[in-house]
C-alpha cells in the first residue's frame, strides 16, 4: 500500500533528485500537509531547497533567502576565515588560511565592505566575529539588486550583533566607487562565471539563482579590475582585500592584483583543495 510520504518520495525521485530521501525528511520538518506536498513539488521542479525553507545555514548565522539572490555557499566560509584571520580573531585557522597576512591593528575601530553582498552573509559574519572577539565594526553592505539589498537588510537586523552600525547600500561597482570612508578591509563574492560555462552549471543554479549574480562576462573577471580600482581608492595603507573567485581563477586574479598594484598577493585553496578566495595587501 502506497503511503503520502512514499507517493512523495517517488514525485522526488521521478524529478532526478538525487537526495530525494534527505531533501523530504527536511521539508517534513518544515511543512505539513498541503503546505508540505506545494513545497515538494516545488522541489520536484528543480527550485533549490534553500529557496523553499528561506533560509540557509552559513558560518555561525542563519540567514534568510529567497528567489532573486544567490544562496550561500560553504566555499563562501573561506573568505569570511580569511577576513578574520587579516585581523588575527581566527583562532581556529588551518590549510591556507595560516598563510593570509595579519593586519597587526587593534579592533577598536575597523571599517569594512562586503561588495556584491547578495545576502549579507559575508559581512555580518565577519562584523559578528568581531563583535564577539571585543572590537568594534562599521560595515557596509553593497549590491546593485533592490533584492540583496532587501534581502541583507533583513539579515542586518536579525542577525547581526550590532544592527545598528552595518549599512545597506545599493550601488553598481562596475559603474564607480562608492563614496564611502577610509576602510580596513574589502571582502567580496562577485559573479564569476564565463558566459560560455552559464549553460554548463546545473539547472538547479542556472534556472532558479539570479543571473546577474552569477554572470561576469566572456572571461568570467568582469569584476576584478573594478574591484582592485575601489580597494585602491577606499583602503588604508595596509588594509586587505579579499575576494572569491572560480576555481580556475586564482592566477588571474592575483595577476590583476599584482599589476594594480597591491602587495603580498596570494591565494587560498577551499575545503575541496580548489583555489577559492585572493587576498592582495594595499
Known amino acids: ?13 521521478d524529478s ?6 534527505l531533501d523530504l525528511k527536511i521539508l517534513e520538518e518544515e511543512f505539513e500537509g498541503n503546505a508540505l506536498e506545494e513545497a515538494v513539488k516545488r522541489r520536484a521542479c528543480g527550485e533549490p531547497l534553500a529557496y523553499i525553507l528561506g533560509y540557509r ?11 532573486g539572490v544567490l544562496i550561500p555557499r560553504a566555499d563562501t566560509e573561506i573568505v569570511v576565515e580569511s577576513a578574520l584571520k587579516f585581523l588575527s580573531i581566527n583562532k581556529m585557522a ?17 571599517r569594512f565592505a562586503d561588495l556584491c553582498t547578495g545576502t549579507g552573509c559575508i559581512g555580518i559574519s565577519v562584523a559578528n566575529e568581531i563583535v ?14 533592490d533584492t540583496a539589498a532587501g534581502i541583507s537588510a533583513s539579515n542586518v537586523e536579525s542577525q547581526a550583533l550590532k544592527p545598528e552600525d552595518i549599512k545597506v547600500i545599493k550601488h553598481d561597482v562596475l559603474a564607480s566607487c562608492p563614496k564611502l570612508e577610509k576602510l580596513d578591509f574589502i571582502v567580496s563574492n562577485p559573479p564569476y562565471i564565463a558566459n560560455k560555462e552559464m549553460d554548463e552549471l ?8 539570479p543571473d546577474i549574480a552569477l554572470r561576469a562576462g566572456d572571461t568570467g573577471l568582469d569584476f576584478y ?20 573567485h572560480g576555481y580556475e581563477q586564482g592566477d588571474s586574479v592575483r595577476k590583476i ?8 598577493c596570494m591565494t587560498v585553496r577551499d575545503y575541496g583543495g580548489n583555489d577559492r578566495v585572493t587576498v592582495g595587501i594595499k
Do not use: W
Open 257 to 264: 592584483f599584482e599589476q594594480g598594484g597591491l602587495k603580498n
Open 94 to 110: 588551518s590549510g591556507d588560511v595560516l598563510n593570509v597576512p595579519e593586519y597587526g591593528r587593534a579592533l577598536s575601530d575597523i
Open 16 to 21: 532526478g533528485d538525487d537526495e530525494a530521501l
Open 57 to 67: 545555514h552559513f558560518y555561525k548565522e542563519c540567514y534568510k533567502v529567497a528567489p
Open 202 to 209: 546545473d539547472s538547479v543554479v542556472k534556472d532558479h539563482e
Open 132 to 145: 564577539r572577539a571585543g572590537g568594534s565594526a562599521k560595515g557596509y553592505l553593497v549590491d546593485i539588486s
Open 1 to 13: 500500500m502506497t503511503t503520502g510520504k512514499d507517493r512523495l518520495l517517488d514525485l522526488l525521485k
Open 225 to 244: 579590475g573594478p574591484l582592485l580600482n575601489i580597494a585602491k581608492e577606499l583602503l588604508k595603507e595596509g588594509g586587505a582585500l579579499i575576494v572569491e
